[in-house]
């Protein structure tokens, strides 16, 4: 697992738009301050692309894009047991730049 990096950001800017959740996620990134703990901010937009991956080109996006912090191809994130898949969000989530990612690629849909 790695940090994520500039690439994520454009990368992650792209999935949200493709997967039609542009509204939202600003709407959670505009309430940012507001959040108690930035971890509850990630779980929130985690659980919103999640809620709407329901197609199939949508579930692949995320694969995909999982794939780069997770350091793991595509299929081999889209066959991880559900458990080191939350472990992988919760290290995303715990690292010192969550917020300025979520508040950058929030810039990038914009």
């Known amino acids: 697992m790695r940090k994520i ?3 994520d950001t454009f990368a992650f800017a792209r999935l949200i738009k493709e997967i039609g959740i542009k509204d939202e ?4 990134t505009e309430k940012a301050n507001g959040y108690a703990s930035l971890n509850q901010l990630g779980y929130d937009t985690i659980f919103n692309i999640i ?13 995909e894009w999982l794939s780069g912090p997770f350091e793991k191809s595509s299929d081999d994130v889209a066959n991880m047991p559900l458990d080191e ?6 290290t995303i989530l715990n690292t010192r730049g969550i917020k300025a990612f979520l508040l950058s690629a929030s810039k990038l849909i914009t």
């Not at 996620?25 to 959670?28: G, I, R």
């Not at 898949?85 to 919760?90: A, D, P, T, Y």
Request: aromatic residues 12%; glycine residues 4%; hydrophobic residues 40%.
């Open 25 to 28: 996620f600003l709407e959670m």
């Open 85 to 90: 898949i939350i472990q992988g969000f919760k």
């Open 51 to 63: 809620a709407v991956a329901t197609e199939k080109k949508s579930e692949d996006r995320i694969y």
């Open 5 to 7: 990096n500039l690439r």
